[in-house]
């Protein structure tokens, strides 16, 4: 198993979720369990010295490798969710998409004073989702905040939206 055969058990949807828009689909590639391994094993390997203490998954793909990172890390795992979704006191922020708009909420007690946080999802583009979720963090006293996507579509310059953010890290580039 390599980074080339993760990229082409990747399915590409034309015009998803409205025209124009070439969707990187990493349903393909979770569900062959040698490439879901090899992603896995691949993050852990860059973020198992970090001293992470809370991994927060952004609704709805960055709950699964956020999730299964959270366990091999030794960490906690926190949901970044869209509005009404979250039963308790709740910090949220709204934002642009690429193709429209939206809103995250986390809980007002997810966080610890101290905790080093890695925030994943499976794709940056232009920024708008992981920029909400780490305006959404600041609320918080955290140590320190990396950032991690499974897919980063480069040519959106979505990385020019993460501020504050120790680390940014994608395993594939497009």
């Known amino acids: 198993m390599n980074i080339e055969k993760v990229i082409a058990s990747i399915r590409n949807v034309p015009d998803f979720p409205k025209p124009g828009i070439l969707f990187k689909d990493i349903t393909t590639a979770m569900k062959d369990p040698e490439v879901l391994r090899f992603i896995v094993d691949e993050l852990y390997e860059y973020y ?5 203490t809370k991994v927060v998954g952004v609704e709805s793909r ?6 299964i ?3 091999k890390l030794g960490a906690g795992f926190v949901l970044l969710r ?3 979704k979250l039963p308790a006191d709740t910090y949220r922020l709204a934002y642009d998409l690429e193709y429209g708009q939206d809103a995250l909420e986390i809980h007002k007690d997810a966080i610890e004073p101290g905790d080093i946080v890695l925030l994943h999802d499976d794709l940056l583009a232009t920024g708008g989702s992981a920029g909400a979720a780490l305006k959404l963090l600041a609320n918080f006293d955290m140590k320190a905040v990396y950032v991690s996507f499974l897919i980063e579509l480069e ?3 979505g990385k020019e939206k993460l501020e504050n953010a120790t680390d940014i890290h994608s395993m594939i580039q497009f």
Do not use: H, N
């Open 69 to 71: 990172l959270a366990y």
């Open 82 to 84: 869209k509005p009404g």
């Open 48 to 52: 198992k010295d970090k001293g992470i």
């Open 62 to 67: 960055g709950f699964v490798l956020g999730s």
């Open 155 to 157: 040519f959106l310059k």
